[in-house]
């Protein structure tokens, strides 16, 4: 689609519609004038795509047109004064039913805007009138939350919205509640025709076989605190941000309170602007952070889960996944939020510590939403467990310890391959480690001029022979901890032993003279 079908605009305010938005209500209103009256039909549109701005121009143009009312769900209380807001701009005069609510006048609208939990006790307690709502618009549809109140509107239209029509729950899909989707434009689309900003990706390959999943079907907090709240990992999560966003307006995402805290000091040691946020912060402390975040050029916000939606600071330059998740909708509501387009912003930057692009492909790849609507099961069934994700890694040497062996063109073993080659012509696997020893003392040995240097050198590969170690024992199916333990001794003491034997052997292989006394 190019730019002259989506009819870009220089400026656009709420009440402004782009032709795809305005093509998403002709399609919606169709179904509206064709569908029964009581049919259930789901919407698809990207973060930041404006499905706010959507269904207000709807809830406008239907209550124009049909003597009905409009009910307006949300589940959480800043979306219901967001939609409320979005709704007053459209001149859809609306009440808002919260726990505080005054319900005396509700026969003077013909809009409501509600939080889920709310709704549902003022309907148990059948003080909301809800006999007349012929339009039902439900944001953010793939939590499950919403089901239990459709027994409430059997001779009404459902219409849910959501970025990824996947719900929070496998075992109830959303194409057991919804008729049918309408997927709107793709993320791809969007960026090529500048309603979104491009994302340039750094994934880090992540160990991540500790981490656990929960009943929900997502790895467990108390798993994830236990890995992303040790020292390597906040040294891993400093020297990412340093690298790729230093300066930069960043949004940290974390699983789990503890680790956020330890991430807020951490980055504060290093003389960092940072707040954290979570969701046990009052409202006032909420507003202070949050108006802190986007007044400062240069701040970094730690996080948990709680500004994964109804939140937008299109000043964010980079999006942080400090964590793993097998939940599609949260990798993308994490990234979007920093999708929103600014007048000087065209990009910006994600950095992913938990595998989530290795498990799920890029943001904003070409997903087939229609057949994640009506086979959820095999999507997920289809995702790339950690193991083989992990399996597929190539080891990289970190950059500083890469300095050190500068004049080595190639610092990399393949121990599975090297594996493969020894079990195919039979050999012992032992021959695997002898091997690995051997490159380990070349590099060594090509990157100093006596042997107390080339052991030196030796003492800093400690973290390159765990890797390996790790790697031969998932060849051999052996992995103990005393066998692990045993093995990264005995290697380091092969490798000592066999510079001292063979250094000047070697040396002079390499270098064409043997070594200066």
Known sequence: MNRDNLELQDKKTDKELYSYQKGAIDQIFEKFETAPDDYHLLYQLPTGGGKTVIFSEMVRQYLKTHKRKVLVMTHRIELCKQTSVMLTSFGVTNKVVDSKANLDDQEDYSCYVAMVETLNNRLNDGILDISDVGLVIIDEAHYNSFTKLFKFFENSFILGVTATPLSSNKDLPMKDNYSELIAGETIESLIENEFLAHADVFQYDMGLTSLEIGSNGDYTVKSSEDLYSSPAMLDKLLEAYKKHSDGKKTLIFNNGI??????????????????????????????QILKWFKDTPDAILSSVSILTTGFDEPTIDTIILNRATKSLTLYYQMIGRGSRILNNKSKFTVIDLGNNNHRFGPWGADLDWQTIFRSPNYFMDRLVDDETIEGQFKHEMPEELRKEFSKSDEVYFDIKQVYKDATFKGESSKVVLERSIEQHAKICIENSEDLYDALALAKLLGGDIDVRIDVYAKCISKSTYNFLSWLRDDYRKKLNSYLRVNFDEVFEQIHGHPPED
């Open 258 to 287: 503890n680790t956020s805290i330890m991430v807020y000091h951490t980055f504060r040691e290093a003389g960092l602007p940072i707040m954290h946020l979570d969701n046990t912060a009052t409202k006032k402390q909420r507003k």
